[in-house]
């Protein structure tokens, strides 16, 4: 059993940066890879970047491809997200989620993640 927590999350300006991150607690955190996802007022939740287990290879939606960047610490149990440039359609509720067959890791499937943290709020005014 893997919990996730997010933070970092919190009210920006447009074009401010801002880092969310989110803890593992369980066993393994390095077999599992990782996605951040997030849902916007009266919209379905869409995947936003995954990471892959050693880290190697990281992918993106496209409107968020060259403003934000994944990255994970496994020692520390960690995998974030670096947000720039942020604009007023960056605003949602923002989730990390991990799995461990995850077979189609570029295209962000929910149904291959496994577990899911409660999400935390950015909201980017402008």
């Known amino acids: 059993q893997v919990q996730l927590v997010e933070s970092g999350g919190g009210l920006v300006q447009a074009g401010d940066s801002l880092t969310l991150s989110c803890t593992a607690s369980?066993?393994?955190?390095?077999?599992?890879?990782m996605g951040w996802f997030r849902q916007a007022p009266g919209r379905e939740r869409e995947f936003v970047a995954s990471?892959?287990?050693?880290?190697?290879?990281?992918y993106y939606t496209g409107p968020v491809r060259g403003r934000f960047r994944i990255s994970r610490d496994n020692a520390k149990n960690s995998v974030y997200l670096q947000m720039n440039s942020l604009s007023p359609e960056d605003t949602a509720v923002y989730y990390c989620?991990?799995?461990?067959?995850?077979?189609?890791?570029?295209?962000?499937?929910?149904?291959?993640?496994?577990?899911w943290g409660q999400g935390t709020q950015v909201t980017v005014s402008s």
């Open positions: 369980g066993p393994d955190f390095s077999n599992y890879a």
């Open positions: 989620a991990a799995g461990l067959s995850v077979t189609r890791i570029q295209w962000g499937f929910e149904n291959e993640y496994d577990y």
């Open positions: 990471i892959r287990q050693n880290g190697a290879n990281a």
